[in-house]
């Protein structure tokens, strides 16, 4: 039994990346490499499962950014140590085998974690609650090396995005703007859905933010809960969020960014059932 999955592409070797907690090995944070063998039939083979670190994880965690600047995939998770990186590629594109860095540490932090890789500035972005400080919603930036190292460094100041959230913030990269999209839950505004265009400086990694806008007024639906994506569609030139609602209903959210500045779109009520499980 797995939790907290988080799933990324390799676009040079056309493989599929997993990383969950293992639930049938002490909870260990782990990666599993794939690719399509059969694409009419749907059908996916895997390599063997690899344990990154020997600790359990916890809390959720959202993101196996791939950096196409060195070709390396960056899984960042969770345990009682704080938040954690591991940086990885693909050994063998027959066996699905990887090659990977040393466990590094992000933050102390041990709450929701999400990340994003920003091809304009060639960083990772990641994004959580900071429980260090009132669990804070924050965004930090950093450089991945690749090589013989396969480690990350230089991370950049932490831009306070929320002065708390309940939730793992959803993140995208919005190529048309050229600025990574987060999307949270605002604590002090009844917890609506909100969205923010973040820029990264790669002169220092740090990161400057756009203003924050309300993505619904409707009173009805009006909390972003457990589970969801959020997608950028580089031909519309739109992102896509989709969420559990405030009553386990499945929602969407469209909003577009314009030199950093967001524009609300339609508010859907996709269906009034859904369970967060089925989501994420």
Request: charged letters at 20%; proline letters at 3%.
């Given at each position: 039994q797995t939790y907290y999955q988080s799933a990324g592409f390799d676009p040079d070797n056309n493989k599929?990346?997993?990383?969950?907690?293992?639930?049938?090995n002490?909870?260990?944070?782990?990666?599993?490499?794939?690719?399509?063998?059969?694409a009419a039939a749907g059908d996916l083979a895997f390599?063997?499962?690899v344990v990154v670190e020997s600790a359990s994880s916890t809390q959720d965690f959202r993101g196996m950014a791939y950096d196409t600047s060195v070709d390396r995939v960056v899984f960042v998770y969770t345990t009682s140590s704080g938040i954690r990186a591991v940086v990885w590629a693909v050994n063998n594109t027959s066996t699905h085998t990887i090659t990977k860095g040393d466990v590094q540490s992000v933050d102390n932090s041990s709450k929701h974690v999400g990340s994003v890789f920003?091809?304009?500035?060639?960083?990772?972005?990641?994004?959580?609650?900071?429980?260090d400080d009132s669990?804070?919603?924050?965004?930090?930036?950093?450089?991945?090396?690749?090589?013989?190292?396969?480690?990350?460094?230089?991370?950049g100041a932490k831009l306070f995005i929320s002065a708390t959230s309940s939730d793992p913030p959803l993140l995208?990269?919005?190529?048309?703007?050229?600025?990574?999209?987060i999307m949270y839950r605002e604590s002090t505004d009844s917890y609506y859905p909100y969205a923010r265009a973040l820029t990264i400086d790669a002169s220092d990694n740090s990161i400057a933010g756009g203003t924050a806008v309300r993505l619904t007024n409707d009173n009805a639906i009006s909390t972003a809960g457990n589970g969801g994506f959020l997608l950028h569609d580089p031909v519309k030139n739109i992102n896509i969020a989709s969420h559990q609602g405030s009553s386990s209903q499945f929602e969407a959210w469209l909003f577009t960014s314009a030199s950093g500045s967001i524009t609300a779109g339609q508010h859907i009520l996709i269906n009034d059932t859904t369970d967060a499980t089925t989501m994420g």
């Open positions: 599929i990346g997993v990383g969950y907690r293992d639930a049938g002490s909870n260990y944070p782990t990666i599993v490499v794939g690719a399509i063998t059969d390599g063997t499962p920003d091809s304009n500035a060639n960083r990772v972005l990641v994004s959580y609650l900071d429980s669990n804070k919603l924050i965004a930090q930036a950093f450089t991945v090396r690749g090589g013989t190292d396969n480690d990350i460094q230089s991370a995208c990269f919005d190529s048309n703007d050229n600025k990574v999209m």
